[in-house]
């Protein structure tokens, strides 16, 4: 008799062992960040995981200096990560995602930023006064930032345009049309939250320039492309 107990004790504590490896997983996946220099890991960013039937929060990480995150001992089910991102804690980047009953889920890198930038252009450089007209795509982008044109000479100073890039649902955008003046180097696209919005527009209205220090707090630049102009004179 004591030894079928035993042996029940040991079947019940083999089945439980056994139950919560397979039905709990370790969730993985990577923050990517589109910049300047292309695609790069997104540091430091909080992650949260809630469960998609009562949104109850379950658990919050960072992302590693890889951009990498994890969470442990995970069940099967439908949950959603939210992705909050510097400068939109208002908001998150969310996510829907399926745990299935294995010991790892990998995650499909995440890429809180992706923008294609294109400048239409015959031959290698502009000419000096040409007027032209700036397109991407943007994907995700949090429902309080904003996406702004900025053009830049060599000395680093900025100048905005008179408005904010209009994103439309499918992600495309189009700017306003842009003459090309013969100091100018760059054109950037930046992002900014709804107050760094407003100080853009001031500087507009004010027809102030700056240097890149003097972007508002939490703006950063998303895509940039380098512009030679030719001159007329």
Known sequence: MKNKTALSAIFTILLLF??????????????????????????????????????????????????????????????????????????????????????????????????????????????????????????????DAFLWVVLSDSLNNFYLRDNPVVVHKDGTWTTDSISIGRYLTKIHVVIVTEDGNKKFKEKVSKKERGGFKDFPEGSYVIASRNIKVRHTR
């Open 18 to 143: 056994v139950t919560s490896v397979v039905y709990s997983a370790t969730l993985q996946g990577r923050l990517d960040r589109f910049g300047p220099n292309g695609i790069l890991p997104a540091s430091f960013v909080p992650v949260s995981i809630y469960s998609d039937i009562d949104e109850k929060i379950l658990g919050t990480v960072s992302s590693g200096s890889d951009g990498m995150y994890y969470f442990n001992h995970v069940k099967p089910g439908d949950y959603i990560l939210k992705v909050w991102v510097k400068g939109f804690r208002k908001k998150s980047l969310n996510y829907k995602v399926h745990i299935s009953d294995q010991e790892y889920i990998n995650i499909k890198p995440i890429v809180i930023h992706s923008l294609k930038f294109d400048i239409p252009q015959k031959g290698g450089r502009f000419i000096e006064g040409i007027v032209i007209k700036p397109r991407g795509t943007h994907y995700s982008l949090p429902a």
